[in-house]
């Protein structure tokens, strides 16, 4: 067994020593079993969450509506939650409450694919009483029962769908497949946010561009925000190459992929409910792709831009235009290198500095002399040091007062 299922061990043995049932169960099993980094250990239990606090001593209660205690043991928290079955699903998105139950086999029913609906005991026997095991073997996604009441239930599992499809490379079983795209308009209903959550996965997996393609096939993008004029662009995204893309880059590639402008990005990373920083972050990126369409960089520009982001702007243009990334990025570095000054606070002056010297009060002539040495500067015609730069002004003062 795996060294983090090794430490949750006493977990399941406490809440057993207690009268109850515990076992890992969720994703934690299923990449174990695939042989994957394991994230979170989950744990599934018959004890309901008054009866795990009082079984341990240091708990959380969040998600507790949802049957979830956080207990943390050893300083590791881990989820734990109360089998349970959910009641009754109203308008296609999730219970309108939560059921506790004493079955395993009830929870597991519950769970949106086989591969996610098997737990694994203290001993690492497994229970499987849906053959997730052999949907994994296969590298199949499939539903818990018929697809259709499934996606019914909760509409959400269709993007969840289409994630694990991009994270895992798994294929989308066939029923499963076809009820993504039959039942796709109830995706209407599920909250923004948790579409995000859902479609960040997906951005973020190995076979990103087919499971966009999938989006684009199946009709679900019609019911995701400010998408539904691109279904040709998301079909042909299994074109692009987009590896080594961070998420920030991938929403940047998208809206290139869509060609809507600056405003038209800013308005689509808003209808996702993207963070301020975050969408502050890609408009940046997309800016110096804009710029770098009709321009060459140049001291000044990559200086603008910076690091992170003219980086970031390279990258996405070689994914769209099928370039080598590695010997333009490597070719872009060596040159951003050879820049005097990397960022403002590198420049040997400050606005004090040209108050003493000028003996003139604060006004916007600091930002413009500035400015001034700055360019100067990144243009190699004057050196970066503060004498230099005193001297250097003071005869371009000179020069201004004798015009
Ligand atoms: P990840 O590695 O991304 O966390 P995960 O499989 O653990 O993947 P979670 O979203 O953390 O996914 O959910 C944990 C488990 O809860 C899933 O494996 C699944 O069994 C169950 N689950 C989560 N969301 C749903 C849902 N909408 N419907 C049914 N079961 C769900
Ligand atoms: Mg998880």
Redesign the pocket.
Known sequence: MKEAFLQAIPVLNKIESAGYEAYF????V??FLLGKEI??V?IATSATPEELKSIFSKTLDVGIEHGTVVVLFNGIPYEVTTFRTEAEYLDFRRPSEVQFIRSLEEDLK???FTM??IAMDRHGKFIDPFGGKKAIEERVIRTVGNPDERFTE?A??MM?AVRFYS?LSFEIEKSTYEALSSLAHLLEKIAVERKLAEFE?LLAGWNRMMALKIIGETGLYKYLPQMSAFQKQLCSSANYHAEGLTGEEMWGLLTCLFDIDQAGAESFFKSWKLPVKKTRKILSILKWIRYRSDNEWDAYSLYQAGRESLLSAEKIRNVLQHTDLKRNTDNLMELYNTLPIKQRSELQLTGNDLMNWFGKPPGAWIKADLEKAENAVLKGELRNSNESIREWLMKCNQNLGKN
């Open positions: 169960v969720g994703g934690a299923r990449d994230a979170d989950d519950r769970r949106d996610n609906a909760d959400l599992r969840r994270q996965k």
